[in-house]
């Protein structure tokens, strides 16, 4: 099974996975209250983590088109 998963598939699914993490952390955010400290260090995570996922897959797609 994972001899036919490519580098792409996965980093796909990593994407994802990462993507509904920073979902999770919004939904749960809108329902509980955290201290201020941890407001900050949840938004910095949430922030480089998307900022990471959309930049891995802009030179992910510019790669593919360039090939």
Same mark, same amino acid.
């Given at each position: 099974m994972w001899d036919r998963l490519s580098k792409v598939m996965v980093q796909n699914a990593i994407?994802? %996975?990462v993507i509904i993490g920073c979902l999770v952390i919004v939904v749960?955010?809108?329902y509980h209250e955290y201290? *201020?400290? #941890?407001?900050? @260090? %949840? #938004? *910095? &995570? &949430?922030?480089?983590?998307? @900022?990471?996922?959309?930049?891995?897959? &802009?030179?992910? =797609? *510019?790669? *593919? #088109?360039? =090939?």
């Amino acid at each position: 099974m994972w001899d036919r998963l490519s580098k792409v598939m996965v980093q796909n699914a990593i994407a994802v %996975i990462v993507i509904i993490g920073c979902l999770v952390i919004v939904v749960i955010g809108c329902y509980h209250e955290y201290p *201020k400290e #941890n407001q900050q @260090v %949840i #938004n *910095k &995570f &949430f922030d480089m983590c998307l @900022v990471g996922v959309i930049g891995w897959l &802009f030179t992910q =797609s *510019k790669t *593919k #088109n360039q =090939s």
